[in-house]
Nanobody
Framework: QVQLVESGGGLVQPGGSLRLSCAAS????????MHWYRQAPGKQREWVAV???????NYADSVKGRFTISRDNAKNTVFLQMNNLKPEDTAVYYC???????WGQGTQVTVSS
């Protein structure tokens, strides 16, 4: 029903930055809350951040102060700005649309020197 496509992942050194993007099909991203999750090797998928339709945000304690979630409703896109990256941030990052229960395919983020 709703298609989400993540991009922007890659290899970065500790202390570096990346910006992930999540593009939604159609003009629908403004209608519901959008989330970022991540899943590290051998670990459960964990919630990272949420931005609601009104613009309010929340973050997991592990990323608070380093990551920023934002959205551009006109472009149907959600972003995750990741600063001061740490090796423990290494994971596949997934975009999730709450109301329509839709997941993206994920994008790999690897933090290593």
């Amino acid at each position: 029903q709703v298609q989400l496509v993540e991009s922007g992942g890659g290899l970065v050194q500790p202390g570096g930055s990346l910006r992930l993007s999540c593009a939604a099909s159609g003009s629908i991203s403004s209608l519901y809350a959008m989330h970022w999750y991540r899943q590290a090797p051998g670990k459960q998928r964990e919630w990272v951040a949420v931005i609601r339709s009104g613009g309010s945000t929340n973050y997991a304690d592990s990323v608070k102060g380093r990551f920023t979630i934002s959205r551009d409703n006109a472009k149907n896109t959600v972003f995750l700005q990741m600063n001061n990256l740490k090796p423990e941030d290494t994971a596949v990052y997934y975009c999730y649309a709450g109301t329509v229960d839709s997941w993206g395919q994920g994008t790999q983020v690897t933090v290593s020197s």
